[in-house]
């Protein structure tokens, strides 16, 4: 599915709801960080990256909820998060990192 696609579908699942005055980037920041606290959540207390198939799909949930919070985000910014995605690889290529 294209971004333009889910972004419309998110969108009207919003409006229909009456949840655009909800959706400043300041809740929507809140939010993005609930959610990804929930996907640490999952790892809490273990030692390696070992899931039940129970916990891989509670982990996909948290990862969508995380997404749809970045989608709104971008959305509100009038950016394609597959073009800042792609600006941030770029910018990457050229760094360095010093691991000790």
Known sequence: MEYSQIIQELIKFRDDRNWKKY???NSLSRALGIEASEVEKIFLWKNDDQLSDEKKQELKMEL???LIYTY???QKLDVNPNDI???KIDINKHRTWNFK
């Open 85 to 87: 995605v792609q600006e």
């Open 72 to 74: 709104y985000m971008c």
């Open 64 to 66: 969508a909820d995380v």
């Open 23 to 25: 959706h400043s980037l």
